[in-house]
């Protein structure tokens, strides 16, 4: 954690550095102030904009890689368990697939397939992308709004996991101590268990590896699906859309103090959830906890 914390000092530094204003690098660092967005008048200050969209944020990051893990643990059991069956052979497919298919393109598939005004199949549910509201406010609409953003930018790293978890259950599958929770009459659920558990400290090390991409994703999403997120702000800033902050904001415009302000939090997020995973990776493994480092 210490480490951590240095190294998103480090980035600070040279996020507001590299462009030449090094008087707002202390600004940042001891009063977090991160300048006003956009040059026009009336134009609101970074804080004040991250204040109210940081939980977005963090409400999809959450939930996708809840939704990965969960997803991906469950698939990648099943195929251990399965294997050469046509099911198992259509969800290999199928994660293959999520894999290799661009997130954005992915989304906006789905939106041209259901979303209610110009979908061909239009759906009733879980396409409005502008009904976001806060989860105490009205849950349904928070739910509504979030689980199709969930389900994208969980696919890919679902994939990744299940390809992953499946090697090491097939390889415990087959270990002594598995056959012999069988053998003592263990339920089949409880003797899956037991195969399944030494996959969690490989998933947990690959989610501090795929956080960067996974956060880019999120940016993604974000845009096409109306999340209103501080990371969806990520197009105005580079003046690829037109702003919202300031009546007649000009398209092309790059907001230079915005991109500071993305970048510091989008690094904070990747080094954030990278810590976690560590700690978790070291409760897992007693060889982290013993050597300070993976053994193998």
Known sequence: MLFAAGALVVLTAIVYVMFDVPHRLERVLFHFDFGVSCSYPGCPPITRLWGRAWHADVYLLLGGLVLGVTAGLAAAAYCATHPRTLATRALETIALILYSLPVYLFALGLLLLFEPAFGVLPSPVFFHPEDYDAPLA????????????????????????????????SEEMGSDYVRTAA????????????????????????????????????????????IPGFLGLS??????????????????????????????????????VSAVADVALAVLDPRVRSTGRPVG
């Open 235 to 272: 197009r105005r800033a580079f003046g690829q859309a037109p702003g919202t902050l300031v009546p007649n904001e000009p398209v092309g415009h790059i907001d230079i103090v915005m991109v500071q302000a993305l970048a510091l939090w989008t690094a904070l997020l990747i080094i954030l």
């Open 138 to 169: 009205n849950p349904w609409h928070f739910f509504e709004a979030m689980l199709v953003p969930w389900i994208l930018v969980a696919a890919p790293f679902g994939a990744v996991v299940m390809r992953l978890a499946r090697v090491t259950i």
């Open 183 to 226: 053998a003592k009459g263990l339920s089949r659920r409880e003797v899956l268990r037991q195969a399944v558990r030494p996959s969690y400290a490989p998933v947990a090390s690959l989610i501090g590896a795929w956080v960067p991409t996974f956060v880019i994703n999120m940016v993604l999403v974000e845009f096409v699906f109306s």
